[in-house]
Nanobody
Framework: QVQLVESGGGLVQAGDSLRLSCATS????????MAWFRQAPGKERDIVAAISRNGVNTYYAGSVKGRFTMSRDNAKNTVYLQMNSLKPEDTAVYYC??????????????????WGQGTQVTVSS
């Protein structure tokens, strides 16, 4: 079992930056693909970014490409989501997700076995 704990959310203004963190338990973190999803009120939970187990390969949704950066520190069992130039449409609950991987990452929500409790990000205009 893997436990994920997100932190770093908050209320910011448009154009500001935030860095989300997701700390994980267990000694097999380096064997997991990781991802960030977000869910706005009344909408589906959609993928924002994903990263392979070694951190070499990443994926970004079109709406955040060039503004968000996902990274991981396998020594600290933590993944990060650096969010720059935030927009009101980025307002959502952000979830960290993990799944065992032999190499790459996954895009569908169903590809992830473990989820954090979520952290709220609110961007005011």
């Amino acid at each position: 079992q893997v436990q994920l704990v997100e932190s770093g959310g908050g209320l910011v203004q448009a154009g500001d930056s935030l860095r989300l963190s997701c700390a994980t338990s267990g000694r097999t973190f380096s064997g997991y693909a990781m991802a960030w999803f977000r869910q706005a009120p009344g909408k589906e939970r959609d993928i924002v970014a994903a990263i392979s187990r070694n951190g070499v390969n990443t994926y970004y949704a079109g709406s955040v490409k060039g503004r968000f950066t996902m990274s991981r520190d396998n020594a600290k069992n933590t993944v990060y989501l650096q969010m720059n130039s935030l927009k009101p449409e980025d307002t959502a609950v952000y979830y960290c997700a993990a799944t065992p991987s032999v190499g790459g990452y996954y895009l569908p929500r169903s590809g992830y076995d473990f989820w954090g409790q979520g952290t709220q990000v609110t961007v005011s205009s």
